[in-house]
């Protein structure tokens, strides 16, 4: 017997003695730990034979030491430099606080007697242990080397072979005599931005600030702060992020923007827009997510209705006709307006886009970026497609008065045209071009269809919950009386692990999809108002972008609260 239960010792041969363990079952879990380097406690927790919170219990019991919440804990007050962080993460141990010579130390292992004396020969004090929660301890920890900037040193991406390039091909092998191929921060920075896409991230954003450095990533349309590097680091970090985007790194007083690729592997990469600010205390850096497989979901990924969805696809494949995309910024109309794109490449159509800059490449369209500096704008580079046989132009945004005639032309001559406007819904479209100064005329005898939307984040699957809204909040919301009939459920958002407590996973399209009908057109042409048209689109069962997110609440794909911040009226 004495042979067979000779390996274990310490928290193992404790729970065996107490009858919280057979000897067998401590005797595997200590071979476990042995083989996969990892902790007793750390195999005895995942193997679900006790919590965490028990065995900090138990041994907070029997040795009668103090047990502690860790995450009542505010880590401001936590002594810094006192001790070495491998010490901290190869034990499972923090130092909480320092009174006099005595310093109270929280650790999950209490039988651990060879950490504490580690503990005491460092520091010179007297260690007093307070137990706590291995795996609250651990959260704990990673949070400490992450402030103090200790992980630069130690990160491990497992994609080790990933590829950062520029986005010029052409000035390829500028950044091999740089002086920032600083180790750390070159695989810190892979970190981030491999992190950002696998959170589904849409920006990243680099803020410097006089006391700390942070960084936050836009997911689902809200920013979140997700670490706080030293801000010793700032400089390598924008110099480096610099430097792969073809960036002038002496240049800190302008504004730059520029373009970088992640290559994930032969089939996948990763493009990010960078734009760089100079502040106060040193250059905000903001680098959008531009993951072309975005465009590639098709459209019935985006959200429309069916109705709406057919209206869209009939518009799009006519021979000519201009179809307008609306919304503000962020409100993926680019995403739309690719999805149409991809459906009409095919290898007998020549599609031509106007960009400011190109946000998604894809194969088969001839993309241009603006560059109104070098006098490339959008009115130039459209007048160049028409000289180039186009079937298809997409112009990225219609900012002025010639670049709207020369649109409204092209469609007007045979062309199928895409654009986007930045209007609050379709009816104040038609205006807007109108007081653009196109004539009346020109707008009816050319726009076929005009799409405005929203994003509304998408409730959380595996966590949303059945909510009870009183009848009078769903009529002002905008549903009529005969839809309370009881046949559906809103939903509410709830919050867990899925969704990093949230509510939310993932955002849905909601849409205003308005085809230009001949008795519009002949609102227009009398110069009929925003409110005229829209009262006509009514009539003629269009539904508006809150009609439009009140259906999603009724599938239950988002919440009441959601449509109303949205689609605010």
Same mark, same amino acid.
């Given at each position: ?34 083989? /996969? ?37 505010? /880590? ?12 901290? %993460? ?8 320092? !009174? ?58 497992? &994609? ?67 670490? %706080? ?98 919304? +503000? /910024? ?8 690719? /999805?149409?794109? #991809? ?11 106007? &960009?400011? +800059? ?10 241009? #970026? ?36 020369? *649109? ?47 994003? *509304? !984040? ?48 993932? !955002? ?62």
């Amino acid at each position: 017997m004495s042979t067979a239960t000779a390996p274990i010792s310490g928290l193992a041969r404790l729970l065996v003695q107490h009858g919280r363990l057979l000897e067998a079952e401590a005797e595997a879990l200590h071979n476990n730990a042995v083989n /996969t380097k990892h902790s007793f406690i750390e195999q005895l927790i995942s193997s679900r034979k006790m919590s965490a919170r028990e065995v900090a219990e138990f041994g907070a019991q029997t040795f009668g030491y103090p047990l502690l919440d860790i995450d009542q804990i505010d /880590t401001s007050y936590i002594p810094s430099g006192v001790l070495d962080q491998k010490v901290m %993460q190869s034990n499972r141990l923090v130092p909480l606080f320092k !009174r006099g010579s005595k310093l109270f130390v929280g650790i999950s292992d209490i039988t651990n007697l060879q950490a504490l004396e580690e503990v005491r020969f460092q520091t010179g004090l007297q260690v007093e242990p307070i137990v706590a929660e291995d795996n609250k301890l651990a959260v704990l920890i990673d949070k400490l080397v992450e402030a103090s900037g200790a992980n630069l040193k130690n990160i491990a991406v497992d &994609e080790a072979d990933l590829d950062i390039q520029g986005g010029d091909e052409e000035q390829a092998g500028d950044t091999a005599n740089t002086d920032v191929d600083d180790a750390p921060v070159v695989k810190y920075l892979q970190k981030i931005l491999l992190d950002a896409i696998n959170a589904g991230a849409s920006d990243i954003h680099f803020e410097p600030y006089e006391k700390f450095y942070r960084i936050r990533y836009r997911q689902d349309g809200v920013l979140r702060e997700i670490a %706080q590097p030293p801000l010793a680091i700032k400089e390598k970090l924008a110099s480096r992020i610099k430097v792969i985007s073809k960036l002038d790194i002496s240049e800190k007083r302008v504004p730059q923007d520029g373009r970088m690729k992640l290559v994930l592997s032969k089939s996948r990469a990763i493009d990010f827009r960078v734009s760089t600010l100079p502040t106060l205390h040193g250059e905000k850096i903001c680098i959008r997510i531009l993951d072309p497989t975005s465009a590639t979901l098709g459209v019935d990924a985006l959200g429309y209705e069916p109705d709406q969805k057919a209206a869209l696809l009939d518009a799009i494949h006519r021979p000519y006709g201009m179809v307008l995309v609306t919304g +503000p /910024t962020g409100s993926g109309k680019t995403v739309s307006l690719y /999805t149409c794109l #991809n459906i009409l490449n095919e290898p007998g159509i020549n599609i031509s886009t106007a &960009e400011d +800059p190109a946000e998604i490449n894809l194969a088969g369209i001839n993309q241009v #970026n603006v560059n109104d500096k070098a006098g490339l704008t959008f009115s130039i580079a459209l007048k160049a497609f028409l000289r180039q046989d186009p079937d298809v132009i997409m112009v990225g945004e219609i900012r002025d008065l010639e670049t709207a005639d020369i *649109a409204i032309k092209a469609a007007q001559t045979g062309h199928m045209v895409f654009s986007t406007l930045h209007t609050n819904d379709a009816p104040t479209t038609l205006t807007r071009l109108v007081n653009m100064g196109v004539a009346p005329f020109n707008v009816a005898s050319s726009v076929i269809l005009i799409s405005a939307q929203r994003l *509304a !984040r998408r409730l959380c699957s595996s966590c949303k919950a059945p909510v009870d809204i009183p009848p009078e909040a769903l009529l002002d919301a905008g549903y009529r009386e005969a839809e309370l009939d009881g046949s559906w459920v809103p939903y509410r958002a709830v919050g867990c692990d899925a969704c990093k407590g949230t509510g939310y996973k993932g !955002r849905v399209g909601i849409y205003q999809v308005m085809p230009i009908s001949d008795e519009m057109n002949r609102i227009i042409m009398k110069n009929g108002t925003a409110i005229d048209i829209a009262d006509q689109a009514r009539r003629e069962g269009v539904r508006d972008l809150r009609q439009s997110g009140l259906l999603k609440v009724k599938q239950g794909m988002t919440s009441l609260e959601e449509v109303m911040a949205v689609t605010n009226e």
